[in-house]
């Protein structure tokens, strides 16, 4: 019972994820008016605004104007109704419950603005960070960090992008990876700590990298192309703590 509360309160936070998702990067207010359709501005009614239900019974259309609405709000929907059960499961009502379903939904929504708008905001990388340190500080990490692996795993993570983005700039005159990236990788070594750091830095650019050439060859793009490099890292990020054990325990 507990569970299917959880899934639709978890709907609900995945429905104003999508919100922060679109205004967020486009400098729009978060709190007021409705949600609206991106295309003809039809105000959605609150009473129409089920999170999951609404877009399945519209077949991710929009109920004015039949525009098709990206499936991307519906994937966000479901992700975050999960992560609100999943992480019940594993913690029960706890502060690493609570810490787990920050983490998670932080890289939801980075994910996107970095997939959508190929942006990584500080609005979101620093307060998470800080959260992050807090719990470790308190011994609360759903990752088992210590606060002495979060400092150096925040430092480290945030110092290696930025001497790869200097050194890249150096040798190529481009900026291969953002300001975002490195601020994305102090968040992750705050939350997953040092030890994660090594091993996500080199599965997101190798992944990454093989992608891009990818993309490049199949869609013919010509070979300055951007990747959202953020997206691997949240991927890599995400599945570390699942995953990084067992590649630590064969080495
Ligand atoms: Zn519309």
């Given at each position: 019972?507990?569970?299917?509360?959880?899934?639709?309160?978890?709907?609900?936070?995945?429905?104003?994820?999508?919100?922060?998702?679109?205004?967020?990067?486009?400098?729009?207010?978060?709190?007021?008016?409705?949600?609206?359709?991106?295309?003809?501005?039809?105000?959605?009614?609150?009473?129409?605004?089920?999170?999951?239900?609404?877009?399945?019974?519209?077949?991710?259309?929009?109920?004015?104007?039949?525009?098709k609405i990206s499936i991307?709000?519906?994937?966000?929907?479901?992700?975050?109704?999960?992560?609100?059960?999943?992480?019940?499961?594993?913690?029960?009502?706890?502060?690493?419950?609570?810490?787990?379903?920050?983490?998670?939904?932080?890289?939801?929504?980075?994910?996107?603005?970095?997939?959508?708008?190929y942006v990584i905001l500080?609005?979101?990388?620093?307060?998470?960070?800080?959260?992050?340190?807090?719990?470790?500080?308190?011994?609360?990490?759903?990752?088992?960090?210590?606060?002495?692996?979060?400092?150096?795993?925040?430092?480290?993570?945030?110092?290696?992008?930025?001497?790869?983005?200097?050194?890249?700039?150096?040798?190529?005159?481009?900026?291969?990876?953002?300001?975002?990236?490195?601020?994305?990788?102090?968040?992750?070594?705050?939350?997953?700590?040092?030890?994660?750091?090594?091993?996500?830095?080199?599965?997101?650019?190798?992944?990454?990298?093989?992608?891009?050439?990818?993309?490049?060859?199949?869609?013919?793009?010509?070979?300055?192309?951007?990747?959202?490099?953020?997206?691997?890292?949240?991927?890599?990020?995400?599945?570390?703590?699942?995953?990084?054990?067992?590649?630590?325990?064969?080495?």
């Open positions: 019972m507990f569970s299917i509360l959880l899934f639709i309160i978890g709907g609900i936070f995945g429905s104003f994820y999508n919100v922060c998702i679109y205004r967020l990067p486009n400098d729009l207010d978060i709190v007021s008016k409705n949600s609206f359709c991106i295309n003809c501005k039809y105000k959605i009614p609150f009473y129409l605004n089920i999170p999951i239900v609404s877009y399945i019974l519209n077949l991710g259309k929009c109920r004015n104007c039949k525009n991307s709000y519906l994937i966000v929907e479901l992700f975050t109704a999960v992560l609100f059960v999943y992480s019940y499961k594993l913690y029960g009502l706890s502060f690493e419950f609570l810490g787990y379903i920050i983490f998670y939904s932080s890289l939801i929504i980075i994910f996107f603005t970095d997939f959508k708008y500080i609005n979101i990388t620093i307060p998470i960070s800080v959260i992050g340190l807090l719990l470790s500080f308190f011994n609360l990490n759903p990752f088992e960090a210590s606060i002495y692996e979060s400092v150096i795993g925040g430092v480290v993570g945030y110092l290696v992008i930025f001497i790869i983005r200097y050194l890249f700039f150096k040798i190529r005159k481009i900026e291969g990876m953002g300001l975002g990236d490195a601020m994305l990788f102090l968040m992750v070594g705050a939350w997953l700590g040092i030890k994660s750091i090594y091993l996500i830095l080199a599965s997101s650019a190798l992944v990454g990298a093989l992608v891009g050439i990818l993309i490049i060859y199949i869609y013919k793009k010509d070979k300055n192309f951007q990747i959202p490099y953020g997206c691997f890292i949240v991927i890599a990020a995400g599945l570390y703590p699942k995953l990084g054990s067992l590649f630590y325990n064969m080495i």
